[in-house]
């Protein structure tokens, strides 16, 4: 009982030091971006070519409020697949304010920031460049099916399902914003966004018309998750006498660390991103493994997707996968770098 009173106290003090933090930052992030979908909309239709750059700052913006109004985009073709990706990719969710209220993680912080921000935009153009070479050899196979054949219905393209999504979504691009905006998808969506995932949906969109209620909304939120990830580590500190089993789990093999970090990672929820930092503080995992997990996560991104994008089944789990390799591979890239 003594060890379980010593546990609880440890963990209440700890939570309650990094309130003012916490706060400080949800109120900030509040006053930027309170209610501008639309604006966000506009700006990144208007700058396509500069979208991956675009995305990967905003990403890495506290909280994942800019990765679900960035599935949002994708699913009614404003934005491109390179953008989402690196929106994805440089999402930290709750990382930052947990790193920024300890002053000795400040380094590793910045240090995370320009890994996953950098990633972000050489991937996201890569992506977008990828899908624009195919789309042109797919366009050049149907010009030619036209002269010669007469008969659309009876060619079929390599990539089947997907590359036909992809090369739709590059083609919806050039298309009115008002158009989709009107769309009855787009009220579907914008519906289904109200109403899904309760927390989720308030993480990625302000609720409350007053900001500083909406700061401390989420300061409580987040602060209920520290406490309950720092009270399970107190207890295994205390009735283990340290971190030995979290270890065990997580062995001491970086690259499956990478590989159980990015699984975490891709746990649509907040408390994920707050598990791996508090591993990470506690030196369960290594940097690299930290880097890998909140790579993966977008927090409740990829929920949004699913919501708004919902007759692309194919397209989101392919582009769930392929968050997943991307963020492996940055965790081993991260590895192998002699800054950390």
Excluded at 27 to 32: E, G, Q
Excluded at 267 to 289: D, K, Q, R, T, Y
């Amino acid at each position: 009982m003594h060890i379980f009173l010593d546990a609880l106290w440890d963990a209440v003090k700890d939570t309650l030091i990094i309130l003012p933090f916490l706060y400080l930052t949800y109120l900030l992030v509040s006053y930027f971006s309170h209610n501008d979908n639309e604006k966000y909309s506009k700006i990144l239709h208007h700058t396509n070519k500069a979208g991956p750059v675009i995305g990967a700052f905003l990403g890495s913006v506290p909280q994942c409020g800019f990765s679900s109004v960035l599935s949002n985009l994708y699913s009614r073709r404003i934005v491109t697949l390179g953008t989402l990706i690196a929106v994805f990719i440089s999402t930290s969710d709750e990382a930052l304010p947990l790193m920024i209220s300890k002053p000795e993680f400040i380094p590793k912080l910045l240090l995370l920031m320009a890994i996953k921000i950098v990633y972000g935009i050489i991937v996201g153009y890569l992506i977008d460049a990828i899908i624009s070479i195919f789309s042109k050899k797919r366009q050049v196979l149907q010009d030619y099916h036209d002269r010669h054949c007469h008969d659309k219905n009876e060619v079929t393209f390599e990539g089947g399902e997907i590359l036909d999504s992809l090369n739709e979504n590059q083609v919806k691009l050039n298309e009115n914003v008002n158009q989709s905006e009107n769309s009855s998808h787009d009220h579907e969506c914008h519906h289904a966004d109200e109403n899904e995932g309760g927390h989720a949906h308030n993480h990625s969109h302000c609720c409350a018309t007053n900001i500083f209620l909406d700061a401390l909304k989420h300061t409580v939120i987040i602060l209920a998750y520290v406490f309950v990830a720092t009270l399970a580590i107190n207890l295994i500190r205390g009735y283990c006498g340290g971190l030995e089993p979290l270890k065990k789990i997580f062995t001491s093999n970086s690259y499956l660390q990478i590989l159980l970090a990015c699984v975490i990672g891709l746990i649509p929820n907040c408390a994920s991103s707050v598990f791996l930092v508090e591993m990470f503080m506690e030196g369960v995992i290594v940097f690299p493994a930290l880097v890998a997990g909140l790579s993966a996560g977008a927090g409740v991104g990829l929920i949004v997707l699913y919501t708004c994008n919902y007759k692309k089944l194919g397209l989101n789990i392919f582009i769930t996968i392929l968050v997943l390799i991307l963020a492996i591979i940055l965790g081993i890239i991260t590895n192998f770098l002699p800054i950390w």
